[in-house]
């Protein structure tokens, strides 16, 4: 998928609760999400470098995300909505 629709309104109600990381990791994860067409891997290393984060805090944030916004399935992460 090459776009996708962006509602400001309703990330920013949905993401009022994160850090400036947190949201944007969130759009990463969502960006991942659309261009693979699939549920983000389970595997948290991969899942890490898809995204870029190396840090510590970088990942906790991932961490965080994903069990703010994501469901694991068998399949990967999927996003609650």
Known sequence: MHH????IGDYRSGCINFTQLERWV??????VCYDTESPLPSD?????RLVG????EHQEAVLNVIGDKFVK????????R
Request: a negative charge.
């Open 4 to 7: 996708y629709p962006f509602h």
């Open 26 to 31: 969130y759009r990463d994860l969502l960006d």
């Open 44 to 48: 948290h290393t991969i899942l890490f």
């Open 53 to 56: 984060a190396r840090t510590p």
């Open 73 to 80: 399935t068998e399949n990967g992460y999927e996003n609650v």
